[in-house]
Structure formats: C-alpha cells, structure tokens
C-alpha cells in the first residue's frame, strides 16, 4: 500500500464524489428521455493504462466498471491537454463501446505535464442512423446496418471543437439536435472532471493523488479475492437461453463452466453458441469485459457492501471465451442487441454460482430489459421524432431472505422509468395503463417480483414501434432451491377491443392511428418451497390485488374463506391443502414446462458437443451449420445424445450440407431408436 488508510479513505471518498458528480452533470444537462429520466449512461475516471479506479455505486449504469479505454486511447494516437475523444465502436475499442447508440467520451487529465487520469462518460444517443429509428433491429445483419460507427476520434483538439467530427455526426443522425445536446452533457461532465482531479492534486500533491489511484484498484481486488476465497473450490456449470434469434425458431444457448481455486474464478464460455447472424452477439475479444460476469460483480459487491467498486474487482476473474462464439464474435458481427446477451449471461453465471452457494443466489428475474422506442413523424420540421417509451423490465427473483423487486430485475436495476408525463409532453402518444400484473409472480416461499404492463395509444400516422431485447416470451425465469418458474412475457395489439391478437417479440412494428399496444413483461422466478410461505403473507397479497384466490389455494395451498365479509386463512383446510401438495416435491431448479420439454430431446449434452463442433469450422458459417443440425434432427426420435450430434454432423458433412431437413434424414435413416 502506497497510501496511509486513512488518506486513501478520504480520497476516495473525493474521487467517489467526482464520479458521482459527472453523472448529475449529464442528469442536469442531458436532453433526451432516455439520459435524463431512464439514466442510461454512465461516468467513471481511469488510470493512465486506461482501467477504472472509481466508479459511482447509484449514478446511472453499474455495468461497464470492469472496462477499459486502453484499445480507444492507442487508436486515437497521442493525446494533449484539451483534446475530448469520442466513439461508438465495438470493433475498434475491444468492447469498450458495446453498440453503436452508446457514444463514449473521455478526457486525459494532465498535471504539470504528466498524464494522470482520464475522464469518461457514456450515453445512449437516441438514433446513430440505421435500419430503423433509434437504430437498433434484432433483425440487423451485420453492424453496418446499425448505424454511423465512430472509431476513436478527437471531439475536440487542445480545446476547440473539432467542427468536420459534428458535421459527420449530424449527418447521420434522425435527431441530431438531441444528440448534440446529450453530447454536450458528455462534455461537460468529463470538463468538471478535470477541474475536480486538479483540485484535488493541488490539495494533496501530484504523487499521493496518483498513489491513491493504484492503490484503490489493489484494495478493490484484494478484497474481491477475499469474497472469492469463501466460496467452495469446484466446477459449476449452466445454461440458459434466449427465446430465438429472430430468423428461425431455434433457441440461442448461452453455458458457462465456472471454476474456482483459491481466491481466483474462472469463467469458461466454450460451450456457447455460435455468433448468430441477427443481432445478438456481444463484442468483447476474448478480454475480461464485465458484461460477461456482471452477476459475478454483483454478488463480490453484495458480499462487501464497502468494498471499493473499480477495475480491481475483476482482477481475480479469468476468462475463455472463444473467437466467433456469442461472446466473442468476429467482424463485421451486428451487435445492437448485445444487452439481451448480458442479461442472459447474468443468469448463467448465477445458476452456477447457485451450485456452490444456494442460498446466497437469487433465483432468474425477467432478464430483460426490452427497450420501448416510438418514432412518429415531426409535422414542423419534415423530419422524425424518436422516444424511448420505457425500459421494460420485469419481476425480479426471489432471494433466501426476501421476496423479488416488482416490476425490475437484478441485472438492470440501474434503470429508471420514464414518467408518463414527460414522455407525452415528448412525443406524441397516449399512455393508457403502466401498472403491476396480478398472478405474474412466480411461487416460492420468497416469490418472485410482479411484471410489468404498459398500454400506449398511437396518435399519429406512420408511426413505428421498436422494441429491442424483448425476451422471456418463450422460456420462463427459472425458480430456486424449490420456488416456482416465473411468468412468461408477451405482446398483445388492441387488448380488450375488437381485432385483438397476440403479436410475436416485435423487431418493427407499425401500427395504425387509435390502435394500442400492450407489452407485458416476464415475472420473477420464485425462491424456495411456496408451501413454507406464511399464509398470512398469502393473504395480503390477495388482498392487494396482485394474487387471486384460485392461485393461491392452487400454488401455495392456501385457502381463504369470507369471515365477517373479509377474508380470512382456513387454518384447517390450508393445512390439508398443504398436507396433499407436499407428496409432490419441488426440484431444485424450476426451469419451467418449455425448457424442460425442449431439454428432453435437445440434451445439454448434445448442445455441449454441437457447440464444440461449430468450433472447427470458420465463424462465418457456424450459424448456418448449427440450423442445418437442428433442421437435420427435428425429426428425430427421442433424446438426442451426443453421439447423435457427431453422427448427423458428420453425414452433413459428407454431404457438404447440400441436402437439408426431414428428406436429408429420411435419407440418412438417423433415427431415435439407433441411439438410445
């Protein structure tokens, strides 16, 4: 330690304040909806190799502290006192920019000549141009269909704007104007950055203040070691998946062996999917990028509420993540919806955590975050307005010691909602309902949070609706330690009116003037037996409108019954009820009736060895092979074994793949009864 404790406490505590108050700058500043009420951006300052020493606990986005703008400061080349970088690019910074709407910025902070830190921020600009308004389309192909890409360059030289930089953006861009102005708040921020740091060296001097940095990051990892000692050396593995990729109905499978050792951890993602050719892949090049492990994050800083929260947490975490996987795509990869990855991944990590630790992990939350935009004509200017209408969430899981947060999940809980009247005063729409669903929780002795519904009449013509990241709609969150799986999502056009009908995930809507849309969002797995429940607690929840009395008697057994006309527990008939539902016993994991029946015949095993295979061919034709596998046994009968997969990848392959489906495999005569 370079630093006395006591110092390096009160530094902290100045730079923790600087962080935090480049964040209230943007708030303050910002001009869109999404910055200034949603709080999807971030600040944070960097040593001068580029990691992160201090990052705000509570102000805007918690996911990117294990980042780095090492990649980004290298290619933007030397760097002078008053120079401002800007960027977007996932490709050109390894994953510091992890899509094409999330603009970075960063400032390096000179003293007395020498580099000492950087100042950097991030929002999410509402349209960097693309396919569609607000950019981002599941559907994309490739990230040149996502919008204008921004390799590292300078916004500003030795303090004057850079004048060709904000002609190029503006020109890309349906609303530049808004952009402009959440850029500003960018820059704005990181200029109070640097106007706090120099403060600060001027109080303590140059060296403790650059001593202070380094050893923040060393206190961060030795203490993350610490958390990680406590937990039981092993092999844990798990596997979730995302609903589809958009294009065909095959699921997108997302497995990670975790490894412990001692006060190390690693995360190993070779069983992952291949890079898909949608929209679903996540940029890291193979680093220790903190998207991969932010459950992991999550529970080293709730193990150790005053631990310092920086780069150093992630010190002791090794990653594998092969090239052309999900995790690791090849160029040119379309990446937009690359947080759906995150959450998913969120999920993963923590069900193998759940092995190791139960009741320490919580059970899957929604895991999503489906971002609502509308566009609607701008009459006045001839051109487009773009709005996010609401980062929809959903219920999050049950924990061993309390119930799941309604209406948000674990791993997007830095977003906020965007208050109805700030977005009808933004853009033109009629909100008609934004409330909790009743019977959405999922069961257990601690339930799962409520999900989310949200109704908005369209006002104008022409209007689109986008709604990256929508998930869950397919495989439910999955209970815990015996709680029960969560509910599923979904999409309904004009509820309660005549052509009511259920809508796929939405990639482009576009619906008519007077029509509604209705996105209901997933709820949260269950932690523990929902028999233990208190029938007391079952009640208020009856009485709170948020669980019906059917659900009650059925999945926690309680009954209810009039008594001097309000309801009241039947002790005896709840304790029959109970008596008679416990000699059926709960597993462990509750990952719900369409993950159990997709795994009976799709084994994890199988998967592991598709997965394994992919590898050997070249990235871009893992996608296309892994349909052809799929598409080749969809016929099959019974469990698919590994062997099956070795077996149908190879007379795919003698066949060069050029004869597909149920003709190739009445052909090949591969069937259940060969393999069991």
Known sequence: MRTDPATLEIMRSYFNAIAGGMGHVIERTSFTTFVKESADFATALAVPSGEFFVYPRTVGVTIFLGL??????????????????????????????????????????????????????????????????????????????????????????????????????????????????DINAMVASVNTAETRILAMVKKFGLETVKNGMLDLLDQGEARARKVIRDIPDGTYSFADYLDDDMVSDVPIR???????????????????????????????????????????????????????????????????????????????????????????????????????????VPAAGAGQAAIVVLSTPDAVSGTRKVAVVEPMGGGGGGQADMDGVDGIDHSSGFLKNTPVESLEQHIDILVHSYELMPDTSGPGLHRGGHAVRLDFEIIRPDSIVTARGMERLRFQPWGLAGGCAGTLGSVVLNPGRPGERQEPKISVLAPAPGEVVSIRSPGGGGWGDPLQRPAELVLREVESGLLSRERARRLYGVVLAEDGGRLAVDEAATREARRIQSQSPRPAIDFGAARESYEQKWTPGASDTLARLLQQLPPAERWQRKQDVHSFLKSYDGAISPDTVREAWSRLQAGNGSERGESRLEQLKITGGNHQ
Request: glycine share 8%; charged share 15%.
């Open 254 to 360: 997302l497995a990670v062996t975790v490894t412990v050792e001692g006060d190390s951890i690693t995360l190993d993602f070779s069983n992952c999917d291949p890079q898909v050719q949608t929209a679903f892949n996540l940029v890291t090049n193979g680093s220790r990028h903190s998207f991969l492990f932010q459950g992991l994050i999550n529970y080293i800083i709730s193990s150790d509420p005053f631990i310092p929260v920086n780069g150093g947490l992630t010190h002791p975490i090794r990653v594998i993540a092969p090239r052309g996987t999900l995790v690791n795509p090849e160029y040119p990869a379309a990446v937009g919806v690359r947080h759906t990855i995150t959450m998913r991944l969120y999920n993963a990590v923590l069900g193998a955590l759940a092995q190791a630790l139960p009741e320490a």
């Open 68 to 181: 780095s703008l090492e990649r980004a400061v290298r290619a933007v080349g030397p760097l002078e006192p008053g120079d401002i970088v800007i960027t977007n690019d996932p490709y050109s910074t390894d994953g510091l920019a992890t899509h094409l709407p999330d603009v970075h910025v960063f400032k390096p902070i000179f003293a007395d000549g020498e580099l000492i830190s950087y100042a950097w921020a991030f929002v999410h600009c509402s349209d960097v141009g693309g396919l569609v308004p607000a950019s981002i389309s599941p559907r994309a192909t490739d990230i040149h269909q996502e919008g204008l890409r921004i390799p590292p360059v300078k916004l500003y030289r030795r303090g004057e704007a850079n004048p060709d930089v904000h002609t190029f953006l503006n020109a890309n861009s349906r609303v530049p104007h808004l952009n402009l102005g």
